[in-house]
C-alpha cells in the first residue's frame, strides 16, 4: 500500500469490504444453486458476480492510490487454491457427483478469475514488474553485488 | 432461516464494530467523533441517501401497500427525482453555508441565521422525535421480522434489545465516521438485494408473475391506474375510498413526504458533514433519481405480486428452492430498517450533545469532554430507544406517524436559509406552527387525542386522500409568504443577505439555467405525480390521438411512470452538472462573521458617483 493516512486506510478498508459484502454473499448463492442444481448459467453468473467486485476492488485501489494489501492478498491466493484444491479432489474422488459439466463451469470460472488478476497485474505494473514479484529466486541473492545495476539491481 | 439469518446479521455486527474500532484509533483529534471532521468520505456521499431514501419510504411497506392497491401505491417512487433534486439544492447550500459562516450544525444554521432561540429550540426538537420515537418504532418493526422469521426462537424483546447493543458500541466507539460508514455499506447491500430478490423472485418461482398476472387487489380498487386526481373522502378510519388510497393528488402529497429524508435535522447534519468533491451530484443522479427510483418503478410490482402475504411468507418460499435466496429477502429488509434506525438515533444523540449539552449545559468542555460526553449521550439515546421499542410499541407507532410530515413543515425555513432571503424570521415561526398542528390534526395522534377528550372531529386520517404533509405544508407556505410581504425590508434582511451573497461568491460560477430548468421541473412534476399523472392511466393503452387500440401487454401508467422517471434523470442530471449543483468545493470559500446585525448604511456608489461628477 503507498502512502496514505491512517483515517484513508480506514475509509478504503471500509469501502472494500463494503462491496465484498453483499457481492460475496450474492455470488455464493448464485454459486451453491448452479452447482447443486447443475445450472451452468448460475454458475457463471456467480463467478461474474465475483468477477464485478474484483474489478470494483480494484477501482477502490486506483481511487485511493493503493495496491493489494497482504492480507487481501494472502486470503484471496488462500481461498483460490482451496477453491481450486477443492475442485480437483472433487473430480478425482467424487466423479459422480462433479461431473463434466460442473468441472468445466467451475474452471473455467476460476481460469476468469486467474485471468483477471493478471490482466490486473499487467495493467497496474506492466510485464517486467508483474514478473519480478513472482521471481522468488531473484530476490533470495542477498548479497550486496545482487544490487548492481550490471547483475540486475534487485530490490 | 434462523441460522442463516443470525449468521448474515452478525456480518453485518462484525463490520461495525470493525470499522468503529479502525475509526477510533486514527481520529486525529477528538472533536472528530462528533462531526467527522467534516469530511466524510466520497464513498459515503456516494452511497448513503438511495438507502436513506428507501428506508424513510419503508421498502416493505412500500411493497405491501402495492400489493394491496397495485400501481397507484408504487407510484410514489417516481418521488425519488424531487427528493434528489432537494437534495441537490438544500445540500449544496447548506455545506456551502456551513464553511462560509461556521454554522456547524442544522439548529445552529436555521437559529443563527434566523436570529431565533425558538427555531434553534424547533430543530433539535425534531432531531429528537427521530431519534427517539420514530427510531424506535423503526427498532420495534425490525425486532418483530427477527421474531417472526425466527418462529418466536428470538423474542422480539431480546431482538429489540440487542440490536440497540450493538448498533450502540459501534457507535459509542467509532462515532460519526463509523455510523455513516456502515449505514452506507447497508445502503450498498440494500441496493445489490432488492434487484436480485426481484429477478430470483421471477426465475425461481414457476407461477407466472407481474405483468402477466395483475396486482390482486380488493374489489373496486384500480390497481393499474392512479384513483382520479383527488377522492372526495374525509379521510382514512372515516371513510373508505373506494377506487384506492392514491390518487394523483395523494401520490404527490406522499412524495412530499419522501422529500423529509433529506431536510430533516439528521440528513442535514450529514450534509454538512460531507467532504468535498462530486459525491452528490453522483449519488443523486445516478443512483437516487436513476438506479434506486429505477428499481422501485420496475421492481416492486414484480415483488409485490408474489409478496402478497409479507416478507417471511416470501422469503420461506424461496428458501425452499434456495436457502440463501430467502436470507436475502429478509437481510435486505432488516437492513431498509435498521440503516434508519442507526443514522437517526445517532445523529440525534450527536445533535443533542451538540445543540444542547455543549452549547448550554457544559460550553467549558475539553475536546476529549466533548468526546465523552457524545459517548454517553449515545449510550443513553439507544437505551431509550430500545426502552420505547421493547415496552411502549403502540405509542411510538402513533408519534412516529407524524415525525416525517413535521421535517417536511421545515422546508419554508430552508428555502430561507439556502435561497429567499425575504422569507423573515416571523414568516416561518408562524407557518411553522400552523403547518405543525395541521399535521398534528390529520394524523392518528391529534385525532384520537382530539375525540378521545372533546368532539369527533369531521375528518380523518389524510382528509381528501392528501397527506398531512400537504395539508401543513401549503398553509404554511402560504402564511410564511404572506407574512414575510410584510418585513420586506427590515434590517435583519441586510444580515441574510449578506450570508447569500457570501455562499454565492464561494459556489464559484453562478448556476446557469436554473430558472429553465425551474419550469421545466414544474411541467414534469404536474404530468409526473401532479394532477396531469392522470392521463398515464390510458394514454398509452387507450390513446386520445388514435382510434386504434395498440396491445400493450403492460399497463400503460407503468409506461408513464417509467417514461417520466427517465425524463427525470435527465432533470436531475442538469441541474447537478450542468447547473452545477452537485459540486463541492473549498477553493473559493471566503469565511464571514455571521450573525451580528449590522445598522443599515447608505451605499457609498452613489456618493462616490456625485463627487466624481461634481
Redo the contacts between chains.
Keep these: 500500500m503507498t502512502d496514505i493516512?491512517?483515517?484513508e486506510?480506514?475509509?478504503r478498508?471500509?469501502?472494500v469490504?463494503?462491496?465484498w459484502?453483499?457481492?460475496g454473499?450474492?455470488g455464493?448463492?448464485l454459486l451453491?444453486?448452479g452447482t447443486l442444481n447443475n445450472h451452468a448459467w448460475w454458475t457463471a453468473a456467480g463467478f461474474g458476480v465475483i468477477v464485478v467486485a474484483f474489478i470494483g476492488h480494484i477501482l477502490v485501489n486506483v481511487l485511493t492510490r493503493t495496491t493489494f494489501t497482504p492480507g487481501e492478498t494472502a486470503f484471496g491466493g488462500v481461498l483460490l487454491g482451496v477453491a481450486i484444491l477443492a475442485l480437483l479432489l472433487g473430480r478425482l474422488t467424487m466423479p459422480e457427483r462433479v461431473d463434466a459439466a460442473i468441472f468445466m463451469t467451475i474452471g473455467l470460472g476460476l481460469t476468469s478469475l486467474v485471468v483477471s488478476l493478471v490482466v490486473y497485474l499487467l495493467i497496474a505494473f506492466g510485464p517486467r514488474r508483474t514478473l519480478e514479484k513472482f521471481d522468488v529466486v531473484r530476490d533470495n541473492n542477498q548479497r550486496p553485488a545482487s544490487h548492481l545495476p550490471r547483475r540486475g539491481r534487485r530490490e | 432461516v434462523t441460522l442463516l439469518l443470525l449468521t448474515?446479521l452478525a456480518?453485518?455486527a462484525l463490520?461495525s464494530i470493525?470499522?468503529a474500532s479502525?475509526?477510533a484509533?486514527?481520529?486525529?483529534v477528538p472533536t472528530a467523533f462528533l462531526d467527522a471532521a467534516g469530511a466524510l468520505?466520497g464513498?459515503v456521499t456516494i452511497?448513503l441517501l438511495p438507502g436513506l431514501v428507501i428506508a424513510v419510504l419503508g421498502l416493505e411497506r412500500h411493497i405491501e401497500l402495492t400489493s394491496r392497491f397495485g400501481l397507484q401505491a408504487s407510484h410514489i417512487a417516481i418521488g425519488l427525482v424531487p427528493v434528489a433534486i432537494t437534495a441537490l439544492l438544500v445540500w449544496n447550500k447548506i455545506w456551502f453555508a456551513t464553511r462560509v459562516a461556521g454554522l456547524s450544525t442544522p439548529a445552529e444554521a436555521i437559529g443563527r441565521y434566523f436570529d431565533s432561540v425558538a427555531l434553534r429550540i424547533v430543530v433539535i426538537v425534531l432531531a429528537i422525535l427521530f431519534a427517539l420515537p420514530f427510531a424506535a418504532n423503526l427498532l420495534s418493526d425490525a425486532a418483530q421480522l427477527v421474531e417472526r422469521a425466527t418462529d418466536g426462537a428470538i423474542g422480539r424483546a431480546v431482538a429489540v434489545w440487542v440490536i440497540a447493543t450493538v448498533m450502540a458500541v459501534a457507535a459509542i466507539i467509532g462515532g460519526w465516521r463509523a455510523i455513516i460508514?456502515t449505514v452506507?455499506?447497508q445502503s450498498?447491500?440494500i441496493l445489490?438485494?432488492f434487484p436480485?430478490v426481484a429477478i430470483l423472485g421471477e426465475i425461481l418461482i414457476d407461477e407466472s408473475g407481474f405483468p402477466a398476472t395483475p396486482i390482486a387487489v380488493a374489489d373496486g380498487v384500480l390497481w393499474d391506474r392512479l384513483a382520479g386526481v383527488v377522492q372526495p373522502v374525509s379521510g382514512v378510519g372515516k371513510e373508505t375510498p373506494a377506487a384506492g388510497l392514491f390518487s394523483a393528488v395523494g401520490v404527490a402529497s406522499s412524495v412530499l413526504v419522501l422529500i423529509g429524508a433529506v431536510v430533516n435535522p439528521a440528513a442535514l447534519y450529514f450534509a454538512q458533514t460531507l467532504r468535498p468533491g462530486s459525491g452528490v451530484a453522483i449519488s443523486t443522479v445516478w443512483l437516487t433519481a436513476g438506479f434506486a427510483a429505477g428499481c422501485l418503478l420496475l421492481a416492486v410490482p414484480l415483488v409485490a405480486v408474489r409478496m402478497v402475504d409479507g416478507s417471511i411468507e416470501f422469503a420461506q418460499q424461496l428458501y425452499a428452492m434456495?436457502p440463501?435466496?430467502g436470507v436475502?429477502v429478509l437481510?435486505m429488509v432488516f437492513n431498509s430498517i435498521i440503516l434508519a434506525f442507526s443514522f437517526f438515533v445517532s445523529s440525534g444523540a450527536i445533535l443533542v450533545t451538540r445543540d444542547v449539552l455543549i452549547r448550554y449545559l457544559l460550553p467549558q468542555l475539553s475536546a476529549r469532554g466533548q468526546r465523552l460526553t457524545a459517548r454517553v449521550a449515545l449510550g443513553f439515546g439507544f437505551f431509550l430507544v430500545a426502552f420505547l421499542g421493547s415496552f411502549l410499541p403502540l405509542f411510538t407507532a402513533i408519534a412516529a406517524s407524524v415525525v416525517m410530515p413535521l421535517a417536511v413543515q421545515l422546508l419554508p425555513a430552508l428555502f430561507g436559509l439556502t435561497f429567499l432571503s425575504f422569507i423573515s424570521r416571523g414568516a416561518v415561526l408562524a407557518g411553522l406552527t400552523l403547518g405543525c398542528l395541521i399535521v398534528i390534526f390529520t394524523e392518528p395522534l391529534g385525532i384520537i387525542v382530539f375525540e378521545a377528550l372533546f368532539v369527533d372531529l369531521p375528518w380523518g386520517r389524510w382528509p381528501l386522500t392528501i397527506h398531512s404533509a400537504a395539508w401543513g405544508l401549503v398553509f404554511n407556505v402560504l402564511l410564511v409568504l404572506l407574512a414575510s410581504t410584510a418585513s420586506l425590508k427590515s434590517a435583519a434582511r441586510y444580515e441574510r443577505d449578506r450570508l447569500h451573497r457570501a455562499v454565492r461568491a464561494s459556489a464559484g460560477d453562478s448556476p446557469r439555467g436554473t430558472v429553465e430548468l425551474g419550469v421545466l421541473f414544474l411541467i414534469w412534476s404536474f404530468l409526473a405525480y401532479g394532477p396531469g399523472a392522470v392521463l398515464g392511466n390510458t394514454f398509452f393503452s387507450d390513446p386520445i390521438f388514435t382510434t386504434l387500440t395498440p396491445i400493450l401487454g403492460i399497463p400503460s401508467l407503468w409506461v408513464w411512470q417509467i417514461l417520466f422517471w427517465l425524463i427525470g434523470v435527465l432533470q436531475v442530471w442538469l441541474l447537478a452538472y450542468k447547473a452545477g449543483f452537485g459540486r463541492l468545493s473549498t477553493e473559493q470559500i471566503k469565511p464571514i462573521e455571521f450573525g451580528v446585525a449590522r445598522p443599515r448604511k447608505d451605499s457609498d456608489w452613489l456618493t462616490t458617483g456625485i463627487r466624481r461628477l461634481t
Design positions: 493516512t491512517p483515517s486506510r480506514v475509509d478498508n471500509a469501502l469490504l463494503a462491496i459484502m453483499p457481492a454473499f450474492l455464493a448463492l451453491r444453486y | 448474515v456480518l453485518i463490520y470493525y470499522v479502525r475509526t484509533r486514527t481520529q486525529s468520505p464513498w452511497f460508514m452506507a455499506m450498498l447491500l445489490v438485494f436480485s434456495e440463501l435466496a436475502i437481510a
